[in-house]
């Protein structure tokens, strides 16, 4: 899917045409619209391709005044036990437009016009690149806080009542902090090369906003990284519940089945087609089970001294 955009009185709108058109989105595009998009543009086809590859990591490259930064953006994947992951989102710069490529559909430019701050002409590559990365930054920090408030519900169900569906929450939430710190360590990398690129045309209002984007993935990436490590170290904590109440209900059975081994070894005995005690006695019956229950009462004693209840 293709969609045209420009920015108008610092707020971004749909273009009537693609000539009129400064912003070009590819949503999971085709041969063909690739190929469009390549002469429309002026970007080359291994750019735009490899931008569509959901696995690709966060790079930036340039060639023949073309350059290609890809970036890792959080996704909510519809059917997926994982809540959310990372996809690629490549931004295509050339001499004439700004091209977004992505496999899906991402809120990216949504989060930008939704956004209460001016947005930069797209003249400005800088700036309105700038702009971009900033909201991308929020998506994770957006999602780190929906991921640790779902993960305090998890863990006051677990203490309730410790069943595996809650257990197996808590691992894909898990499982999506490590696709967050792995995407967000991968754009550390960016930004010196980002400044190396630009560095002789770098403003110093430029250079500080490029500097207030890497402080604000370098916020993502530690958050992600403290829930990450308090996600783990819940799970571990939890498997060592898990084992020590088995342990306890294995003790507290074992002393049960000893408890009442100690009645049926006197019924077993008293069962013998040999000469017993009290045999022809009229309270035989009330001897012996007497005898049962002072034998289940001392093992009921020493166990609760031994504290095995």
Request: hydrophobic residues 50%; glycine residues 4%.
């Amino acid at each position: 899917m293709i969609q045209y955009f420009s920015v108008k009185d610092a707020k971004l709108v749909s273009a009537d045409s693609p000539d009129q058109a400064s912003i070009i989105r590819l949503i999971a595009p085709d041969v063909s619209e690739i190929s469009q998009i390549s002469q429309l543009a002026q970007a080359p086809d291994d750019f735009l391709a490899a931008a569509c590859d959901r696995d690709e990591r966060p790079r930036i490259e340039k060639d023949e005044g073309v350059s290609l930064i890809v970036l890792r953006v959080p996704y909510e994947e519809i059917g997926s036990d994982i809540p959310v992951i990372t996809v690629a989102f490549g931004v295509v710069l050339t001499s004439s437009h700004i091209v977004l490529v992505c496999s899906v559909d991402l809120p990216v430019l949504e989060a930008i016009g939704k956004s209460r701050l001016l947005i930069p002409p797209a003249e400005n590559r800088l700036q309105f690149l700038c702009a971009m990365f900033m909201n991308i930054a929020r998506l994770y920090l957006s999602h780190l806080q929906r991921i640790r408030t779902e993960a305090d519900a998890v863990e006051r169900e677990i203490h309730l009542s410790m069943r595996n569906e809650m257990l197996i929450r808590m691992l894909n939430l898990e499982k999506c902090l490590v696709y967050f710190t792995t995407s967000l360590r991968g754009h550390e990398s960016l930004w010196g090369r980002l400044r190396r690129i630009w560095g002789p045309e770098l403003s110093e209002d430029e250079q500080d906003l490029i500097e207030d984007v890497q402080i604000e993935f370098k916020q993502a990436h530690d958050l992600a990284e403290i829930h990450s490590n308090i996600l783990t170290g819940m799970m571990d904590a939890f498997a060592s519940v898990i084992s020590n109440n088995l342990n306890v209900v294995m003790k507290l059975l074992t002393s049960i089945t000893i408890i009442l081994m100690l009645p049926t070894l006197t019924a077993s005995i008293y069962g013998m087609n040999v000469p017993l005690p009290f045999q022809d006695s009229p309270h035989a019956f009330l001897i012996t089970m007497a005898i049962s229950f002072i034998m289940s009462m001392l093992g009921v004693v020493l166990f609760l001294k031994k504290k095995f209840f």
